[in-house]
């Protein structure tokens, strides 16, 4: 089955980090790109970046450059998104999807980031 | 960067109505860097359109979308329950960026 799993909810406080994971199967992992999305409550969808799973080449959106890091494993198809010096602004539902060519055509069910005191 | 703007924010319609989303750019984008996407309450979103009028795998014909250089529209012929969702646009150049959605609810 063709299909991302993405890893449970985190609850954070400020100032700290957090590291997601998002397990492919069902397709030929380094034939694509995973890019993460984020979506806060109750608002739209903010890109956040993507990576090469066969190269590790990334390309990060502008406005979170520097507090992120978006990395693979292509040992267990795994992709990872870490984000740090965590604000409660960073709350916030984050999903990772499937990418070729700009597109992301296969979501992961998402996981809740909560930054909170 | 290129902005996206989606309005209204929300469109009232009937099953089985017409519904027409436009979606602005802040300048002219090729056609082949537009696409739609829809979701669902509690769900992740779902590639709808790419090409700005390609239908990707799986999608109804009902779904359609057309426009060019900063207009662009996605149209649903005729609203079935399940097309009652938040529906956004998406420019996938270098920085790919999303329009703020527009809600299709029941009116």
């Known amino acids: 089955q063709v299909q991302l799993v993405q890893s449970a909810a985190e609850v954070k406080k400020p100032g700290a980090s957090v590291k997601l994971s998002c397990e492919a199967s069902g397709y030929p992992f380094i034939s694509y790109g995973i890019s993460w999305v984020r979506q806060a409550p109750g608002q739209g969808l903010e890109w956040m970046g993507w990576?090469?799973?066969?190269?590790?080449?990334?390309h990060y959106a502008q406005r979170i450059e520097g507090r992120v890091t978006m990395t693979t494993d292509t040992s267990t198809s795994t992709a990872y998104m870490e984000l740090r010096s965590l604000r409660s602004d960073d709350t916030a539902v984050y999903y990772c999807g499937r990418y070729e060519s700009g597109l992301v055509d296969l979501w992961g069910q998402g996981t809740l980031l909560t930054v909170s005191s | 960067e290129i902005v996206l703007t989606q309005s209204p924010g929300t469109l009232s319609l009937s099953p089985g109505e017409r519904a027409t989303l436009p979606c602005r750019a802040s300048q002219t984008i090729s056609r082949t860097y537009l696409a739609w996407y829809q979701q669902k309450p509690g769900q992740a979103p779902r590639l709808l359109i790419y090409a700005a009028s390609v239908r990707a795998t799986g999608i109804p014909d009902r779904f359609s979308g057309s426009g060019s250089g900063t207009a662009f529209t996605l149209t649903i012929s005729r609203l079935e329950p399940e097309d009652f969702a938040v529906y956004y646009c998406q420019h996938f150049g270098n920085s790919p960026t999303f329009g703020p959605g527009t809600k299709v609810d029941i009116k």
């Open positions: 990576i090469s799973a066969y190269d590790g080449n990334t």
